[in-house]
């Protein structure tokens, strides 16, 4: 089974390719468009800021490419709000691949959110094996509300999407390879879908 993990120059990409390590699994970090086609499973990863992030996807276009992969896409923290229909944060227009706009937390709460939240409501594979209300790792200013796409929930001042899907792609807000076993699990069933 051949990985790629998305390189475009916004990635927690290195605890990723730790995190896979410690499964047994091997991953390849390419930003070559035939590459990634040729891959079984993709990750699409995220740290920084929305519209700096498109623009490096664009610069490459990758921004093309992705929503046409037909193999199991996995969007995490920036990476699953690039795969929006727009982020508030820069005005950004997204990939268009899950019908929903990313918003700015409201001003009464501290942003980022940092630190472990309870994913709940789980309606995916992703989540087999993996308690209902597990805390997961998140670093986030910004949200997908939750729509039709949802597969997990968590909430901070409000309910929110903490995993999106739809057809091969997946997203989702907390970050997997920073969460401990039940973030390992998520990544290993991702893996064996």
Known sequence: MKTTIIDYGAGNIQSILFALERLGYEATLSADASEIERSDKIIFPGVGEASTAMEKL?????????????????????????????????????????????????????????????????????????????????????????????IACSQYGIPYSAALQKDNFYGVQFHPEKSSKMGARLLKNFLEL
């Open 58 to 150: 664009k610069a490459t276009g990758l921004h093309n490419l992705i929503p046409q992969l037909t193999q199991p896409v996995l969007g995490i923290c920036l990476g699953m709000q690039l795969m929006c229909r727009y982020s508030e944060e820069g005005n950004t227009q997204g990939l268009n691949i899950f019908d929903v706009d990313v918003c700015k937390f409201s001003s009464i709460l501290k942003v980022p959110q940092v630190g472990w939240n309870t994913v709940y409501d789980y309606k995916s594979e992703l989540f087999q094996g993996i308690s209902e209300k597990e805390y997961m790792y998140s670093v986030h200013s910004y949200y997908a509300p939750i729509v039709e796409e949802t």
